[in-house]
């Protein structure tokens, strides 16, 4: 990603000459694929960022970039404080007339998004694997991610139920309601460039809120292509656009977003560090938060394991996507029973993953998506040697490829090692040999996040122990399934350092309502609760 110019240097000319990449497509056949995708989702070399009923933007002009091959597939107008101040206005006045439309009519409205999303489904999901990095089958998989929780949105507009609670006072009934709460703040991460938006955007939606998203800058242009999905959409039912605003830009944006009080909740998906802040800012404004941040996902693989399965999903949980999820395996406890068996054959399956274009078939490890990536995993490397592990597998730079390739690595390391309990958002995996399964449960909930664990075994009692109170502390809990790879029926967050917010399924819509608790007096007379007399 590089910042070229401002408004006034329009129309951009791209200067950057792309390298040949010869472990993928050819320089004309990269090119003439993005050009293909970008067209049919009805973007150029050069594209507006801000939408909020008509597009627009005055920030800084951002390239985005190939991370397999070094192409710069586009570029995208972010936005200023002043476009942001424009976006926020239009969608409070958006909300407050949304807000009135019944919910099941709302849930009308998003059922044309999902309908809208599955028409653009490959080119969208080729955008994804062209900007963030991921392969092609995963692209596609995280807009049918979209289209599910989408779907799951439309249901839930019919359930958005309250309660009718008993009163002790005669002639009384008290019942809760649930409301809109305005206008939602969506800033999500490069790594799930459409999903995560959609998790927050779809419920939102049907709960009566307006929401405005900053996607990660490097990957803009999936922003711009979501959004112009949306806005036809909108655009159709003759609803106001600002509904689904888009306000492109960087750490400045979403800064003023935290801050901003005419934001009634933000959902920030990112780092802790980050998380923090923006957390704290959105406290001191006594808004609502959503926080999904950091992982640092262990698997336990106990030696009554099926080690068949075991091996497989750890190969997902900790290949899939470069290690760019934030549920992604990082560490693995083996029991010393099967410790070697298993690293012999997790080693072996590791030499059979094909890295390269994430377009190109059967490529199942795609690039990291930034340079600086990359120097965060040669830095974890390093480390892992300084602190006394060792490389069981991989451990380089693939420079023999143009883009930001990296082995994915098997480490043996002490379960305490500084950099075991540092997050790496690239493929490294710790392996660590236990004797106790209490010693793997509690180094599972030593590390400051809590996201998502697994454990591998067929003891029932095991299972249950595993996810009971003195079991795993994280907000994901799964038994014989890989850390990653989470439905959207059920609560997506984690606690501790992942900062306890939830989204998608089960009660996560109630986050982007206002909760009330209402009590109607029909009797005519004053009775006061806990029998109190004011006469």
């Not at 404004?285 to 996902?297: A, D, H, P, V, W």
């Not at 892992?384 to 690595?409: C, D, M, R, S, W």
Request: proline content about 4%; some cysteine; overall charge neutral.
């Amino acid at each position: 990603m590089a910042i070229l110019a401002s408004k006034a240097a329009r129309p951009l000319r791209f200067a950057r000459r792309m390298r040949a990449n010869s472990a993928s497509f050819s320089t004309t056949a990269a090119t003439r694929t993005t050009s293909v995708t970008l067209k049919a989702l009805g973007l150029d070399s050069y594209n507006l960022g801000v939408f909020n009923g008509k597009w627009g933007g005055n920030g800084d002009v951002v390239e985005t970039v190939n991370p397999a091959t070094g192409e710069v597939l586009g570029a995208v107008q972010q936005a200023n404080a002043k476009d942001l101040n424009d976006t926020l206005e239009q969608a409070q006045k958006a909300g407050r007339m949304w807000r009135e439309v019944p919910a099941p009519k709302r849930g009308e409205v998003v059922r044309q998004m999902r309908n809208a999303l599955f028409e653009k489904i490959e080119p969208l999901g080729k955008l994804v694997a062209l900007e963030m990095g991921k392969i092609l089958p995963e692209g596609i998989g995280e807009v049918q991610e979209y289209i599910d929780i989408a779907d799951y949105a439309v249901g839930l507009s019919r359930m958005l139920n309250g309660k009718v609670i008993p009163s002790e006072r005669p002639g009384h009934t008290m019942m809760e309601v649930w409301n809109p709460l305005g206008v939602v703040g969506v800033i999500s991460a490069f790594n799930f460039p459409v999903a995560v938006y959609g998790w927050n955007s779809a419920i939102s939606l049907v709960c009566g809120n307006a929401v405005v998203w900053k996607g990660a800058p490097s990957t803009s242009l999936t922003s711009v292509a979501v959004t112009k999905i949306l806005a036809q959409v909108l655009e159709t039912n003759g609803l106001p656009g600002a509904l689904c605003s888009l306000a492109a830009g960087g750490a400045d944006i979403g800064q003023a977003i935290a801050t901003d009080k005419r934001v009634d909740v933000v959902s920030f998906t990112g780092s802790t560090n980050v998380g923090r802040k923006v957390a704290l800012s959105v406290q001191e404004r006594f808004g609502k938060s959503i926080m999904e941040l950091g992982g640092n996902n262990a698997i336990i693989v106990h030696n009554d394991a099926d080690i068949d399965l075991a091996v497989r999903s750890v190969l997902f949980a900790a290949v899939g996507t470069a290690g760019q999820r934030c549920t992604t395996t990082r560490r693995l406890f083996l029991h010393e029973d099967i410790h070697d068996t298993f690293i012999d054959r997790l080693t072996k399956a590791y030499g059979q993953i094909k890295i390269g274009n994430p377009l190109e078939p059967g490529i199942l490890c795609g690039p990291l998506h930034t340079k600086a990536a990359v120097q965060a995993y040669k830095q974890g490397i390093e480390d892992v040697k300084a602190q006394g592990g060792n490389i069981l597998y991989g451990g380089n730079v693939l420079q023999n490829l143009v883009g930001n390739f990296v082995e994915p690595t098997i480490t043996s390391i002490a379960h305490d090692a500084p950099v075991v309990h540092r997050e790496i958002f690239a493929p490294i995996l710790h392996t660590i040999k236990y004797a106790s399964i209490d010693d793997a449960v509690q180094w599972n909930n030593e590390v400051g996040q809590g996201l998502s664990s697994s454990l591998f075994t067929t003891n029932p009692e095991k299972m249950f122990n595993w996810i009971g109170p003195s079991g795993s502390d994280c907000g994901i809990v799964n038994v014989n399934i890989p850390t990653n790879g989470a439905e959207i029926g059920g609560a997506f967050g984690g606690e501790k350092e992942t900062g306890g917010g939830r989204e998608s399924g089960s009660t996560a819509w109630q986050q982007y309502m206002r909760r009330q608790t209402c009590t109607i007096n029909y009797s005519g007379m004053l009775p006061l609760a806990q029998g109190i007399k004011f006469e």
